[in-house]
């Protein structure tokens, strides 16, 4: 299996400030890379595909990059919605896993 | 609408059998794999299986494998997810979700979840 390592597992930041998140694969996906985001009680949302297409609806201060085994999410500015937990997750082979989350609170 | 909407809360004791369902809508349910992935109180994110209800081909993780059994009716767009002897390990929430129609096949559509618990 394609262990997915996310750093830091915690944050602790402010409105408005710039956080970045970090997913490390144990081998080469090259692109295949989503990101997504859950808040407390919800079903997790999908946000960024292929590394680095925003979804559909998905507000343009989030971002991602990277390929092959390091990976990043960007949020430029970060805003009172979007407390929760982000989880990366690799779609280049079986099983899908996902990495062990970030959970971003308030400062 | 897109949407899964997934069968309710669910008590179970050690050793009882259970099947939680997942039904479709708003679009071709069997044009799309549905997957689903457990999260236990308070962890991450852990992917199980999935399945392609238009010809049931199914893969598992190796970690889930035998453990459970994913199948689907595609008559009425429902995709399951069964155990035949519950432990009190498998409480948790479970969600179902549609893979995306690409290449880049993410969860792009998430049902509400289901929560199991297991309790003597």
């Known amino acids: 299996d394609i262990q997915l390592t996310q750093s830091p597992s915690f944050l602790s930041a402010s409105v408005g400030d710039r956080v970045t998140i970090t997913c490390r694969a144990s081998q080469g996906i090259s692109s295949y890379l989503a990101w997504y985001q859950q808040k407390p009680g919800k079903a997790p949302k999908l946000l960024i595909y292929?590394?680095?297409t925003l979804q559909s609806g998905v507000p343009s201060r989030f971002s991602g990059s990277g390929s092959g085994t390091e990976f990043t999410l960007t949020i430029s500015s970060l805003q009172p919605e979007d407390f929760a937990t982000y989880y990366c997750q690799q779609l280049n082979s079986y099983p899908r896993t996902f990495g062990g989350g970030t959970k971003v609170e308030i400062k | 609408e897109v949407q899964l909407v997934q069968s309710g809360a669910e008590v179970k004791k050690p050793g009882e059998s259970l099947k939680i369902s997942c039904k479709g809508s708003g679009y071709s349910f069997t044009s799309y794999w549905i997957g689903w992935v457990r999260q236990m109180p308070g962890k991450g994110l852990e992917w199980m299986g999935i399945?392609?209800?238009?010809?049931?081909?199914?893969r598992y993780s190796p970690s889930f494998q035998g453990q459970v059994t994913i199948s689907a009716d595609k008559s009425i767009s429902t995709a399951y997810l069964q155990w035949s002897s519950l432990k009190a390990s498998d409480t948790a929430m479970y969600y179902c979700?549609?893979?995306?129609?690409?290449?880049?096949?993410?969860?792009?559509?998430w049902g509400q979840g289901t929560m199991v618990t297991v309790s003597s």
């Open positions: 979700a549609r893979r995306a129609r690409n290449v880049y096949d993410a969860f792009d559509i």
């Open positions: 399945i392609y209800p238009g010809d049931s081909d199914t």
């Open positions: 292929a590394a680095s």
